[in-house]
């Protein structure tokens, strides 16, 4: 729970740094406890909120995100995502590609393109998962030239990440091993 808070605060921050506070800080000001009123749902709420808040951002910058180096790193992040833990379930991987095709950002590209590039990366990551690591964050590392998709790439994991809810130690690890290849601190994410 302290985990999502600390994110929480990181997003938080990362919008003021955005500059979109307008709308958005009025709305859920900086006392977060005010959330907290919906008695014992507020770690729930928070996650959900969080989530939302990444998707949000992703959304603003959806006319930015029209690349293939953002196409093939996000792909590339979800499976590590998904296989964060070695093993990848088929109703995992098929809950995943359901929030692959639904994202809205992910839109800007045909279904078919995502679905491949996350299944190959997923199966290279299940045949020899050091292996499937490395060619996942070599194309991840591509998406680092533009700052605006190396953070959208990672928005993405996030999203996936939290989508059921918990966040694994293994997706943080994830998550903060492609940020090192994007050149972006993981503190700005709160991993």
Known sequence: MAMWDKIKDQAKTFQQSQGTRG??????????????????????????????????QLASAKN???????????MAMCALVAAADGRVEPAERQRVEELIVSNEVLQNFPADQLRQRFN?????????????????LQVITKAAKKPAEARAVVQTGMVVAGADGSFEPSEQYAI????????IPPSEFGV
């Open 176 to 183: 903060r091993e492609a940020c090192t290849a994007l050149n």
């Open 64 to 74: 930015e995100l029209k690349s293939g180096a953002y196409r093939d790193a996000s």
């Open 23 to 56: 709308a958005s800080g009025s709305g859920q000001g900086s006392h977060g406890p005010a959330g907290g009123t919906r008695s014992g749902s507020s770690s729930g709420g928070s996650k959900a909120q969080l989530i939302g808040m990444f998707k949000s």
């Open 120 to 136: 190959q990366h997923v199966d290279r990551l299940l045949a020899n998962f050091e292996q499937g690591k490395a060619e996942a």
